[in-house]
């Protein structure tokens, strides 16, 4: 739901009207690397559980979720 109105947003508003559309592709940019990461942590490391990894101190799954927030991060900074 959060794609579509993602992708109608940007649509509508990069049409009618230009300077509210940078929240718009911010939502659509951070919404389709949700749905990547979820993919992600869901195929590829189907092996490792990874709230049971954060919880039990392993600083290595932490480091790997700061990251993905900073690209998230970057790509609002990028597109604002």
Known sequence: M????????TWFTYNYAVAFS???IVLL?????FAIFD??????LK??????????????VSQFLVAIALLVLAAAITVG
Do not use: P
Not at 2 to 9: C, D, E, M, S
Not at 39 to 44: A, E, G, Q, R
Not at 48 to 57: A, C, H, M, V, Y
């Open 22 to 24: 940078d929240y718009f």
């Open 47 to 60: 092996s490792i559980d990874t709230i049971d990894e954060i919880k039990s101190g392993n600083t290595a």
């Open 2 to 9: 959060i794609l579509l109105t993602g992708i109608i947003g």
């Open 39 to 44: 993919w992600f942590d869901t195929y590829i």
């Open 29 to 33: 940019f951070v919404t389709i690397f």
